[in-house]
């Protein structure tokens, strides 16, 4: 037997919102200057969606073992930064 319309109707309703997915943005860790102008992009344009709250998260796991020397501290740090002048920090 194939699928109903009531079937495709319920599992189309099971798929999550598009616009409640993460959003993967590509930065070079090792430039953090590009990584600042980068996330005050990312946290500004959260800020202006009609008064809807977000969570933002910065995920970068098992990359710090192979940016240059320094890199990780400063990573850390311009995330710090920007979430603090953002004022979710």
Do not use: H, Q
């Amino acid at each position: 037997g194939g699928k109903t319309a009531a079937g495709e109707v319920a599992a189309a309703a099971s798929l999550p919102d598009p616009d409640r997915l993460p959003t993967l943005i590509e930065a070079d860790l090792n430039d953090p200057a590009g990584l600042r102008t980068i996330l005050d992009g990312v946290l500004r344009e959260n800020g202006e969606d009609d008064g809807k709250r977000w969570a933002t998260v910065f995920v970068f796991e098992g990359v710090m073992i192979y940016l240059d020397e320094g890199m990780p501290s400063a990573v850390l740090r311009v995330c710090s930064d920007a979430l603090r002048d953002a004022g979710e920090g």
